[in-house]
Nanobody, 121 residues
Framework: QVQLVESGGGLVQAGGSLRLSCAAS????????MGWFRQAPGKEREFVAR?????????TDYANSVKGRFTISRDNANTVYLQMDSLQPEDTAVYYC?????????????WGSGTQVTVSS
């Protein structure tokens, strides 16, 4: 089993920044893929960003709505970060960390409990 603990959410004004963190623990030896999803009230959960490690290196990918504003990164201690800049009210949602041995846009066996991000106008 893998446990994910998120932190860093909160309330920020439009144009501001927040940094989310997600620490993975447990059987993390094959967790080569981590990412972030979000769910706004009344909407389905959607992909935000992913970080993938392979023998050839690391790759990152973003939803079009956050490209150029959000940056995902991962340290060697199995913690993934989401730096969110130029936040807008439409970014308001519960943000969930995801971890998987495969691409997180394909299958996510491990989810965090979520952290609320609220952007005021």
């Amino acid at each position: 089993q893998v446990q994910l603990v998120e932190s860093g959410g909160g309330l920020v004004q439009a144009g501001g920044s927040l940094r989310l963190s997600c620490a993975a623990s447990g059987r993390t030896f094959n967790i080569n893929h981590m990412g972030w999803f979000r769910q706004a009230p009344g909407k389905e959960r959607e992909f935000v960003a992913r970080h993938s490690r392979s023998r050839s290196g690391t790759t990152t990918d973003y939803a079009n709505s956050v490209k150029g504003r959000f940056t995902i990164s991962r340290d060697n201690a199995n913690t993934v970060y989401l730096q969110m800049d130029s936040l807008q009210p439409e970014d308001t949602a519960v943000y969930y960390c995801a971890a998987s041995p495969v691409d997180v846009t394909v299958h996510v066996p491990y989810w965090g409990s979520g952290t609320q991000v609220t952007v005021s106008s």
